[in-house]
């Protein structure tokens, strides 16, 4: 099992900045493709953004590209993502979320370990 703990949330004024973090626990993090996946009220869970095992190839939904940064410490066993220039339209329950598939996944069945999620509120 895997356990992830999401933090970071909050409430931020639009074109704002936070940075999320999720810690990993209980199985090998380097052996996993990262992704954080975002959900507002009645809506589907959507993909955000994912990193590769070695942190080097990331993946962006065209939504949040040149505005959000995915990126991992392996030896911290922590993915992050900072998102800047906010806007309403991202505000969401985000959850980071843990594969072990190969490649840049960005299906949700792909990925077998998910966070409790943290919430994301923009004001505009």
Do not use: H
């Amino acid at each position: 099992q895997m356990q992830l703990v999401e933090s970071g949330g909050g409430l931020v004024q639009a074109g704002g900045s936070l940075r999320l973090s999720c810690a990993a626990s209980g199985r090998t993090f380097s052996s996993y493709v990262l992704a954080w996946f975002r959900q507002a009220p009645g809506k589907e869970r959507e993909f955000v953004a994912v990193i590769s095992r070695s942190g080097t190839t990331t993946y962006y939904a065209d939504s949040v590209k040149g505005r959000f940064t995915i990126s991992r410490d392996n030896a911290k066993n922590t993915v992050y993502l900072q998102m800047n220039s906010l806007r309403p339209d991202d505000a969401a329950t985000y959850y980071c979320a843990a594969s072990a598939a190969v490649g840049l996944v960005q299906r949700v069945s792909a990925y077998s370990y998910w966070g409790q999620g943290t919430q994301v509120t923009v004001s505009s």
